[in-house]
């Protein structure tokens, strides 16, 4: 599941543009949009001039499951690609926060699955005790 999680929030911010609150990235300083657009920067993503925070493809790349368990799953950035979520948050475009971790549409899509999986589990669970009381 982070993996799957992780994906969707590069589908997010890198293809959809748009902030963990839904809005599309505050636009790019206008002399690095023109160097962006130009491909004048090396490994630019997308090459397009458009904030997608997909420069060099590292930090979006890097995001990937630290830790999980039966019960959770942790995802995140090493220490350096980490700095620049944080350093782009700061110019106006947030990937997460401590108000939202992730998206809601991608919040929504985690709850139909832990709801599906909830849902096969107790399918799979589901027992039935009898208890009789009083005289045979």
Avoid: C
Wanted: net charge positive; proline share 1%; glycine share 10%.
């Amino acid at each position: 599941m982070g993996a799957e999680l992780a994906d969707r929030i590069i589908v997010h911010t890198k293809d959809k543009q748009l902030d963990v609150n839904g809005k599309k990235f505050k636009s790019l300083d206008p002399v690095y949009a023109k160097r962006k657009a130009s491909g004048k920067i090396r490994r630019v993503g997308g090459g397009n001039g458009k904030a997608n925070l997909y420069a060099t493809g590292d930090m979006l790349s890097d995001l990937a499951t630290k830790r999980s368990t039966k019960d959770s799953v942790t995802i995140g950035w090493g220490f350096h690609e980490s700095q620049k979520v944080v350093g782009n948050a700061e110019n106006g475009r947030v990937i997460t926060s401590a108000k939202r971790a992730i998206a809601k549409s991608i919040e929504k899509m985690l709850q139909r699955w832990i709801d599906k999986q909830t849902k096969r589990n107790i399918k799979k669970n589901d027992t039935v005790n009898i208890i009789k009381l009083g005289k045979k």
